[in-house]
């Protein structure tokens, strides 16, 4: 997260599953498919122009490598994540996808659910405000749109911005603490109950919570006694600018009975 010691447009890496639904990338949907499709040279095109602010790439340049990010949408197209490792609460389970439908797919997608996973329907690929921190969307500025619609890209990419952030596709969810668009939510118990949401936590190297779904820390935020992390932690303070975690409050008149549901088939995903 965040490219140096100025840098405030922090993102959290997302699970990859089902990015090829998206006709819009980037955190803040900013870079979007001309046709408003998520087809595959679309995405590809898309994807190839991130060399340019990554590596340095001449946009000319980058567009010589649509094949090898086209490659890499037909291997996503056949990924699945990992299955949840811990216990499930099927019967609870079969709750939560209930106030999954009432509650989250108008945003994040509809799911069918027979036996086994999950299965994406529908995508809508919402983009718009939640509340949450906008110092990432505000980052992506009208003189860099209209750079991005100078170039030799200017037909390949449709650049929208200042709508907010995009609502990714749930699938894998129960891997990819830190949560919200910055991961400034350590586990999806406090992203459904706000009140939970710790103001500093360490990230890195770090265990899974499987009951509250995120990182496993102590009330301090802090790894527990005698863990042995894999690699360097750093310490989330959600007072930083760009780190704040307010926002995507949908689950905080939910009963502590229809929470812990949401999260047992959110485990499912």
């Known amino acids: ?44 095109a898309i994807t190839s122009f991130f060399t340019v602010p990554s590596m340095g790439v001449h946009p000319d340049d980058a567009r010589s490598h649509l094949n090898e990010a086209e490659a890499i949408f037909a291997w996503l197209a056949d990924y699945r994540p990992q299955e949840f490792p811990g216990k499930i609460d099927r019967e609870a389970a079969s709750r939560g996808l209930a106030i999954y439908a009432k509650r989250c797919a108008v945003c994040h997608g509809t799911l069918e659910w027979n036996d086994g996973r999950p299965r994406l329907m529908d995508f809508p690929d919402w983009v718009g405000d939640v509340g949450t921190d906008t110092l990432r969307s505000e980052a992506f500025s009208p003189a860099l749109a209209d750079a991005v619609r100078k170039s030799s890209y200017a037909r390949l990419i449709s650049v929208r911005i200042g709508e907010g952030y995009a609502a ?16 400034s939510v350590q586990s999806l118990a406090a992203l459904i109950n706000p009140r939970e949401r710790m103001s500093r936590f360490m990230v890195g190297g770090h265990a899974l919570d499987w009951n509250k779904m995120g990182l496993r820390v102590n009330a301090d935020g802090s ?47």
């Not at 760009?242 to 995903?269: P, Y």
């Open 223 to 269: 790894y527990p006694v005698g863990y042995k992390q894999f690699s360097t932690p750093q310490w989330v303070d959600t007072r930083q600018p760009g780190l704040g975690n307010r926002g995507h409050e949908f689950g905080s008149d939910l009963s502590s009975a229809d929470r812990r549901a949401l999260l047992e088939f959110l485990k499912l995903l």
């Open 168 to 183: 990714p596709p749930l699938a894998g969810l129960w891997a990819s603490a830190p949560y919200l668009h910055n991961g």
């Open 1 to 44: 997260k965040g490219g140096g010691s100025q840098d405030r447009g922090f993102v959290s890496i997302p699970e990859l599953a089902l990015r090829q639904q998206r006709n819009r990338l980037l955190v803040d949907g900013a870079y979007a498919s001309p046709t408003g499709t998520a087809d595959l040279d679309a995405l590809a």
